[in-house]
T-cell receptor, first 111, second 110 residues
Framework: DVKVTQSSRYLVKRTGEKVFLECVQD?????MFWYRQDPGLGLRLIYF???????EKGDIPEGYSVSREKKERFSLILESASTNQTSMYLC??????????FGSGTQLSVL | QKEVEQNSGPLSVPEGAIASLNCTYS??????FFWYRQYSGKSPELIMS????GDKEDGRFTAQLNKASQYVSLLIRDSQPSDSATYLC??????????FGDGTTLTVKP
C-alpha cells in the first residue's frame, strides 16, 4: 500500500509566521502535489513536482512556495502566514500524475 | 463556469437503492476521469478511473463516460450505509494536473 505521511494533523500558527508543511511518500513516486480544501471551493492545486528539484505552479500558488530536495519528500512553505490561508492542506503522490494517493491532511489555523 | 461541476447535493437514498452521481467538465481535451470517495474527516481515496467512452464496472460501482457530452457519472448499486461519503469527480488532461469538482455528499439511510 502507498503511504503518504503528513507531519502534522493539526497546526496553529500566528499571522506573519513562516510555516512548513512536510510530506513524505514511501512508494518512489515521481510526482507529488499540494492541494488545499475549503468548504464550497473544493480541492485546489497549489503546486506540484514531477521530479527532484522541479516544481510547477498550480492554480493558486500565491503566498506559497515548495521544496523538493529528495524524491520522497515535498514541503509546502507559507512565507508569511495569513488568516486566509487557514485551510485543510492535502499532500498527494502519484506514479502517473493522475491516480493520486493522498496523505491524511493537515488542518492549519492561522490566528 | 467551473471546469468540473457536480450535483450540488446532498443526495439521500435508501439502503439497497441505486445512487447516481453526475459530473460535467468544460475542457474538451480532458483525457482521464476519476472518482474519489472522501469520508468525513478523512482524505480522498481513489475508487474508479475511466479513460474511454462507455461503462466500466467494479463490484457495485459503475463509471460511465460520454466525451461528446462531456459527462461522467458514477452509479452505486445496492447502496450501503458505509457508502455515505462525499464523492469527488476529477478530470485530468495530458499535462497531468487533476481538477476536482466540489463533491456531492451522499447519505444512505438504513
Amino acid at each position: 500500500d502507498v503511504k503518504v505521511t503528513q507531519s502534522s494533523r493539526y497546526l496553529v500558527k500566528r499571522t506573519g509566521e513562516k510555516v512548513f508543511l512536510e510530506c513524505v511518500q514511501d512508494m518512489d513516486h515521481e510526482n507529488m502535489f499540494w492541494y488545499r480544501q475549503d468548504p464550497g471551493l473544493g480541492l485546489r492545486l497549489i503546486y506540484f513536482s514531477y521530479d527532484v528539484k522541479m516544481k510547477e505552479k498550480g492554480d493558486i500558488p500565491e503566498g506559497y512556495s515548495v521544496s523538493r530536495e529528495k524524491k520522497e519528500r515535498f514541503s509546502l512553505i507559507l512565507e508569511s502566514a495569513s488568516t486566509n490561508q487557514t485551510s485543510m492542506y492535502l499532500c498527494a503522490s502519484s506514479l502517473t500524475r493522475e491516480k493520486l494517493f493522498f496523505g491524511s491532511g493537515t488542518q492549519l489555523s492561522v490566528l | 463556469q467551473k471546469e468540473v461541476e457536480q450535483n450540488s447535493g446532498p443526495l439521500s437514498v435508501p439502503e439497497g437503492a441505486i445512487a447516481s452521481l453526475n459530473c460535467t467538465y468544460s475542457d474538451r481535451v480532458s483525457q482521464s476521469f476519476f472518482w474519489y470517495r472522501q469520508y468525513s474527516g478523512k482524505s480522498p481515496e481513489l475508487i474508479m478511473s475511466i479513460y474511454s467512452n462507455g461503462d466500466k464496472e467494479d463490484g457495485r460501482f459503475t463509471a460511465q463516460l460520454n466525451k461528446a457530452s462531456q459527462y461522467v457519472s458514477l452509479l452505486i448499486r445496492d447502496s450501503q450505509p458505509s457508502d455515505s461519503a462525499t464523492y469527488l469527480c476529477a478530470v485530468s488532461t495530458n499535462a497531468g494536473k487533476s481538477t476536482f469538482g466540489d463533491g456531492t455528499t451522499l447519505t444512505v439511510k438504513p
